[in-house]
């Protein structure tokens, strides 16, 4: 009996861990293909393909860069490629990102071009980072003492009921930069020895190296580490402070990543210490190959071949105090990017929040601080509305903490049913909305702009998930397995229906299950009930 429960624990955890690796592989973005630079600067490749934004081009550049032309400098037609998000410097083009995303992209570029399909290749690996965050956010909510079933409704909840989805399928840093932290404080509460340390460490490091913000996000974290160097012990009245060297010199762990970096703005830019996002960015690519830089003159912007003569702006001037009020009101209520209208399934993740403070939980704060830095970051941001996007996408770190709540909300109110059954109405919404974006386009312009975009061309222009509807009913998927093969036997309605369905058969399936199947403590008010 015990060696059949063994089996059937290993099965379930094989099956989800198929589910979702099948739902990430049938929405990946993706045409057939290895692309060459002067078809990558095609609309097919561009605004109707792929590559539908200048983050994805940006890294997507690099990484071709890297791999094909073995150089950290972009040639002039991948440069047009990824223009305006494109910098220019000691006379070469150059990335004006943060450089792992496009290292990390490499064996799923290489495998994909083995078989025809290099641009799939890319965006099929950096999908596995979005398996791992929720096989993490699994792991650390049963760990935190969430039912297994409840976690793994969390961790689903994660990827498909909020703009995670919608960055799963593409190449954006946030995935990766979720698991480096995700799996940072899994490290933290799992174990304590210095190995354990040292691996915080780097991976802290090298958390920078793929999105600069991520080292305030991950702060709280680092801040945790650094104090598992000490112990205090009170005895006989009297406090002492003992600190382990070794543990301490863990931070030495940063080392290698940071190396790496300088390493990389050397050959890039010239100096170790020249971060990208520093270096000036230019328009575009003449004829000639050329940058195309732009310059205030009066009240018009003048284009020329010219470099103009501005400082290179700083990072810190990104961050700016005073737009914290529009900021918030961007990143949780606005109708173009708000947690309110894309994903309201996170409210069950707050409330999970105030009941770990009334359980006393004990990495509680921890996690609080990893949110509040994301949430504090990106309002000061000086655009929090992340370009053209879909949905909130600055916020997928925190939606990972609040996932891990609810999977502790339906743990600790496993007996209040109607608030189980109201938290899958709002999921149901959730999903119904976020796989509209991962299986059509992240192309949403902010409000602001798309009113002006209406004055400007005299017809309505969409800001909301409407404008994906709007890509349905124009047969629009941009997922690789629909154009490639289902796009002449069934309609992207279609295709977007019998996923989404799938999605929500799997996770009713679990939520029931649950609700079925609550263990004898849950019912008689032990270790899950409130």
Do not use: C
Not at 92 to 114: E, N, R, T
Not at 288 to 293: A, M, Q, R, T, V
Not at 328 to 334: E, G, K, P
Request: charged share 10%; hydrophobic share 50%.
């Amino acid at each position: 009996m015990n060696l059949l429960k063994k089996y059937k624990k290993v099965i379930s955890n094989i099956l989800f861990i198929l589910f979702v690796a099948g739902i990430l592989v049938l929405s990946v973005r993706g045409l057939p293909g290895n692309p060459t630079p002067q078809q990558l600067n095609t609309l097919y490749w561009k605004d109707n393909g792929p590559f539908e934004l200048s983050p994805e081009r940006g890294r997507f550049a690099l990484l071709y860069s890297i791999v094909e032309d073995h150089t950290f400098h972009l040639e002039p037609s991948i440069a047009n490629f990824t223009a305006p998000d494109v910098g220019y410097w000691n006379n070469h083009f150059v990335s004006i990102f943060a450089p792992s995303i496009s290292f990390l992209a490499i064996p799923g570029y290489v495998i994909g071009k083995y078989f025809g399909y290099s641009q799939f290749g890319a965006f099929l690996w950096m999908s596995l980072f979005a398996l791992f965050n929720v096989l993490l956010i699994r792991i650390i909510a049963i760990r935190l003492g969430a039912n297994p079933i409840a976690a793994a409704i969390g961790a689903l909840t994660f990827l498909f009921a909020t703009p995670a989805f919608a960055y799963a399928v593409t190449i954006y840093e946030h995935h990766p930069s979720t698991f480096l932290l995700l799996l940072s404080f899994y490290l933290l509460i799992r174990y304590n020895n210095l190995l354990s340390l040292i691996a915080i460490w780097v991976l802290y490091a090298f958390a920078f190296t793929v999105d600069y913000p991520n080292l305030f996000m991950m702060f709280p974290i680092a801040l945790a580490a650094f104090f598992r160097s000490g112990v205090v012990e009170n005895a006989y009245r009297r406090v002492s402070v003992k600190i382990s060297l070794p543990r301490l010199f863990a931070v030495l762990g940063v080392i290698l990543p940071l190396a790496f970096l300088l390493w990389f703005n050397q050959m890039s830019y010239g100096s170790p210490f020249r971060l990208s996002g520093s270096v000036p960015s230019i328009e575009g690519v003449s004829a000639k190959g050329l940058p195309i830089f732009a310059s205030n003159v009066g009240k018009k912007v003048v284009k020329t071949t010219q470099a103009v003569n501005t400082p290179p702006p700083s990072t810190l001037t990104f961050f700016q105090p005073r737009n914290m009020l529009n900021g918030f009101y961007i990143l949780l209520i606005s109708p173009d990017r708000g947690v309110l209208m894309y994903t309201p399934v996170m409210l069950f993740g707050i409330a999970g929040m105030f009941l770990a403070v009334r359980k006393k939980q004990k990495y509680f704060w921890i996690l609080l601080g990893v949110v509040g830095f994301n949430f504090l970051l990106y309002s000061m941001w000086g655009d929090p509305y992340g370009g053209w996007a879909f949905g909130g996408r600055y916020l997928i770190p925190a939606y990972a903490i609040l996932s891990i709540y609810i999977g502790l909300l339906l743990t600790y109110l496993s007996k209040k049913r109607i608030v189980i059954f109201l938290f899958f109405i709002v999921l149901t919404y959730s999903i119904m909305v976020n796989s509209l974006g991962a299986l059509t386009s992240n192309s949403n312009p902010p409000q602001i702009q798309a009113q002006s975009l209406s004055d400007i061309t005299h017809t309505k222009v969409s800001y909301t998930y409407m404008r994906n509807v709007n890509d349905l009913n124009s047969n629009i998927s941009k997922s690789f397995v629909f154009q490639a093969f289902a796009d002449n036997y069934i309609t992207a309605w279609q295709y977007y229906t019998y996923i989404t369905l799938f999605i929500l058969a799997v996770t009713g399936s679990l939520v029931g299950y649950y609700l079925i199947t609550l263990n004898d403590k849950s019912r008689k008010g032990g270790r899950y009930a409130v």
